[in-house]
Nanobody, 122 residues
Framework: QVQLVESGGGLVQAGDSLRLSCAAS????????MGWFRQAPGKEREFVAI????????TYADPVKGRFTISRDTAKNTVYLQMNILKPEDTAVYYC???????????????WGKGTLVTVSS
C-alpha cells in the first residue's frame, strides 16, 4: 500500500507563489505517473498536472498552463508543484495522486493523499 503526504499549502495574495510537496512511500516504477488534482468549494475535483516518474510527458490543465510546473526528486520519492502568479480561482484543496495509467479521470487514480489547502486572496 503506497501512502502519499502533501505539504506546503497556505494563505497567500494574488500574484504570489507557493510550492507544494508530496512525499510517497514504497516503490515507484519509472513508467508510473504522479500528479495533482484540486477541489474548490462547491465544485467537482479536477485534474491539475501529471508527470511520468521517469520525468517524461509533463501535462497541465489549461487554467494552470504557463504558471504551474510539476517536477520530481527520485532520491526523495517526492513530487513538487511550483505554483506562480496565483489567482483567487486557484483556491482549493490540492491532492497528490499516483496512477499506473496516463488518464486524468479521478476514478482511475490508484492512490490519493489527504490534501493540502491553498487559499489565494484578492
Amino acid at each position: 500500500q503506497v501512502q502519499l503526504v502533501e505539504s506546503g499549502g497556505g494563505l497567500v495574495q494574488a500574484g504570489d507563489s507557493l510550492r507544494l510537496s508530496c512525499a510517497a512511500s514504497g516503490r515507484i516504477f519509472s513508467s508510473y505517473f504522479m500528479g495533482w488534482f484540486r477541489q474548490a468549494p462547491g465544485k467537482e475535483r479536477e485534474f491539475v498536472a501529471i508527470i511520468q516518474w521517469s520525468g517524461g510527458n509533463p501535462t497541465y490543465a489549461d487554467p494552470v498552463k504557463g504558471r504551474f510546473t510539476i517536477s520530481r526528486d527520485t532520491a526523495k520519492n517526492t513530487v513538487y508543484l511550483q505554483m506562480n502568479i496565483l489567482k483567487p480561482e486557484d483556491t482549493a484543496v490540492y491532492y497528490c495522486v499516483i496512477s499506473r495509467l496516463n488518464d486524468g479521470r479521478p476514478a482511475l487514480m490508484d492512490y490519493w493523499g489527504k490534501g493540502t489547502l491553498v487559499t489565494v486572496s484578492s
